[in-house]
């Protein structure tokens, strides 16, 4: 349940919700909206709006709105969200079976990818073969915050090249699958490691010198 305190044409924002706004490197969710008066609305994305930080569920934007003020309750597509948790999750293996800074990388429902600094090919099987294999350790996850400063003492942990975890607030979440992969990563993830499933290597692509692209999928 939630209250509404602003509606605008195709967004509606709330005092509270579940929803995860789209933000590094998976998307936001999607799901439904009731009002109660009994009318529904479809959440086709969430985001966080540029300069406010103001968390925005996206609706159609021809959609009648509540009114501000009144209670709503706010639904998630769970199968899609905990596919989306199950892939990012797959990505942290990933970093684990690979050990190579990440250029970049993206997760969408059914698939994800991370770009490696890697200058010699990689075979495919053998990284399904070994991403499999860890993945089937189920080893727990959890999550602690750290401060700025003691990140910055740690820089190997940040795995990412371009792009470096924000520090604005002070704190930085680190996500740790035990005995396997730490680094500091938003996002949504699965509470252990073997609720990932089995999974393939799709394909690896060569982009640029010393680029290459890893793409995974689930192998149901």
């Known amino acids: 349940p939630a209250i509404v305190i602003a509606a605008r044409e195709g967004a509606v924002v709330t005092d509270q919700s579940v929803f995860y706004s789209e933000g590094g490197g998976q998307p936001g969710d999607t799901g439904s909206l009731l009002a109660a008066d009994g009318s529904e609305l479809t959440v086709v994305n969430t985001i966080k709006e540029n300069g406010t930080g103001v968390h925005l569920h996206l609706v159609e934007p021809a959609a009648a709105l509540p009114a501000v003020g009144t209670t709503v309750e706010l639904t998630v597509d769970w199968e899609r969200r905990y596919r989306l948790m199950r892939m990012h999750s797959c990505m942290h293996m990933l970093c684990a079976v690979i050990s190579a800074p990440v250029t970049g990388g993206s997760v969408q429902d059914g698939r994800g990818r991370l770009d490696f600094d890697l200058p010699d090919p990689i075979d495919k099987q053998t990284v399904s073969e070994q991403l499999n294999a860890v993945i089937s350790r189920d080893r727990p996850m959890s999550m602690r915050w750290v401060t700025a400063?003691?990140?910055?003492?740690?820089?190997?942990l940040v795995r990412t090249m371009?792009?470096?975890?924000?520090?604005?607030?002070?704190?930085?979440?680190?996500?740790?699958?035990?005995?396997?992969?730490?680094q500091p990563w938003g996002g949504t993830h699965v509470a252990s490691t073997g609720e990932i499933g089995r999974v393939r290597v799709k394909k690896i692509e060569k982009k640029g010198r010393q680029n290459r692209r890893v793409i995974v999928v689930f192998d149901d």
């Not at 400063?149 to 190997?156: H, I, K, T, Y």
């Not at 371009?162 to 730490?182: A, K, N, Y």
Request: net charge negative.
């Open 149 to 156: 400063d003691a990140l910055a003492q740690q820089p190997e």
């Open 162 to 182: 371009s792009v470096q975890p924000p520090t604005d607030s002070g704190e930085v979440r680190l996500v740790e699958f035990e005995g396997i992969d730490l």
